[in-house]
């Protein structure tokens, strides 16, 4: 039993485990399946801000177009989903059965040729992080390695969302345009759509995201993760000490961008639909807001900010709709100025002292004796009542 207390506090495993209890037993025992949905909802953006977490907290990169990702992971699983619900059957009074319904609408007559190999679910899942990954790796390269950064970088990834949308919106007939993809019903014949594929799927996205957190944890644990804090204080020292700082910066980018696209993916299986809405700068925006109230140094954090402003979100504009987006800025305004290092922070500066405080209240206080000389007596221990000053005066 020791020992696993240990573990769990060495490695900074506590809060995890507590996180995996709410999401995995008490949010399934105290919600119905349409509260549930929604906060599997949530959670896809949670694998976002644990992105973030690792590129912007960890790496010092901070990146506005993460938008870009996740969308790009939606789109290729809402792809799949859509070619499944296009079947000859199911479309049969269109002119042309067989397409999705959008293309049949803009007057296209066969599957465009890159759409083809969507229909394999094995090629789907393999594109939902290989093209988000792909498209990280082309913008990170050649940005890094002329030492672009900065605000500079943030301003770039911001260009890439724009220009993502703009391209979505722009190619209605192959993409879906401004509606996106919708009316995706079933996963390789399964029912999407149900309550009980909805509390699969959530457990799913559940296990996905602890995964996820402990992958990164891992990453942090390691050499790996020393050194991207060290060139996020220190770029120039570990540049000098023969370190690639590009490449580091470029495999941190990659990784946010391969967890932005599976939560893209799951949110696509969650909500049945994807349009470019969140592919654009304000929900990438949002995404950087999420990291910053939970902690951008915590991975659990980032979880916990996610589920605070999206349910805060929800609870506003269903109880307040002409003011929830003033209470929203007041609720970011707010979290930002009392706690600067976000829910993380305050757990940090407050929590964690009180509870160091209480147990070594609760811990027996002895005075530290040298070891008595050959030939003498043993010492005698110290006076309760002298010992109760001196823990009085460390506490």
């Known amino acids: ?20 209890l709410i999401l995995v037993v008490v949010f399934p ?7 549930l949905n929604l906060v599997g909802k949530y959670l896809t953006y949670g694998f976002v801000a644990i ?17 870009v990702f996740f969308g790009l992971g939606g789109y290729a699983m809402a792809m799949f989903l859509k070619l499944e619900a296009s079947d000859p059957e199911s479309t049969k009074i269109q002119s042309t059965p067989g397409i999705p319904d959008f293309m ?17 679910l094995p090629f789907a899942l393999f594109a939902v992080v290989a093209v988000p990954v792909l498209l990280a790796f082309v913008v990170s390269f050649a940005m890094f390695k002329r030492r672009v950064g900065g605000v500079y970088f943030a301003i770039i990834t911001q260009a890439v969302a724009l220009i993502l949308t703009v391209l979505i919106i722009g190619q209605q ?3 879906g345009g401004v509606n996106g993809m919708t009316d995706l019903k079933t996963l390789l014949g399964w029912d999407i759509r149900t309550d009980g594929a909805k509390y699969v799927l959530y ?35 570990v540049r000098f000490s023969g370190y690639d700082v590009s490449m580091f910066k470029v495999f941190a980018f990659c990784l946010a961008a391969g967890l932005s696209a599976i939560g893209g993916a799951m949110f696509t299986l969650q909500v049945g639909f994807m349009s470019p809405s969140f592919v654009g700068i304000v929900p990438s925006i949002e995404m950087v807001i999420f990291a910053a109230i939970g902690g951008r140094m915590s991975l659990v954090g980032a979880v916990y900010g996610t589920l605070l402003v999206n349910f805060g979100k929800t609870y506003f504009s269903e109880s307040f709709p002409d ?7 007041a609720l970011f305004i707010g ?12 757990y940090e500066s407050h929590v964690k002292p009180w509870l160091a405080r209480r147990r070594s209240a609760g811990a027996p206080a002895t005075l530290p004796v040298p070891p008595a000389p050959a030939g003498h007596a043993a010492p005698v221990k110290a006076e309760p009542a002298l010992s109760a000053r001196v823990s009085g005066q460390t506490a």
């Open 1 to 20: 039993m020791n020992a696993i207390k240990n573990w769990l506090m060495r490695g900074g495993y506590g809060s995890f485990v507590i996180l995996a």
């Open 29 to 35: 025992l105290a919600m119905d399946i349409f509260r």
């Open 51 to 67: 992105g973030l977490v690792m590129l912007w907290g960890y790496g010092g990169v901070l990146s506005l177009g993460q938008g």
């Open 104 to 120: 049949d609408w803009n007057q296209l007559t066969a599957l465009p040729l890159w759409w083809e190999p969507f229909k394999s």
């Open 173 to 175: 007939g192959y993409t």
């Open 203 to 237: 457990f799913v996205n559940a296990g996905l995201l602890l995964g996820a957190i402990l992958l990164c944890r891992w990453i942090q644990l390691s050499k790996l993760g020393t050194l991207l804090l060290a060139m996020r204080d220190k770029e120039d020292r």
């Open 323 to 329: 003011l929830w987006l003033f209470l929203m800025a």
């Open 335 to 346: 979290v930002v100025m009392a706690f600067p290092n976000g829910l993380a922070g305050l």
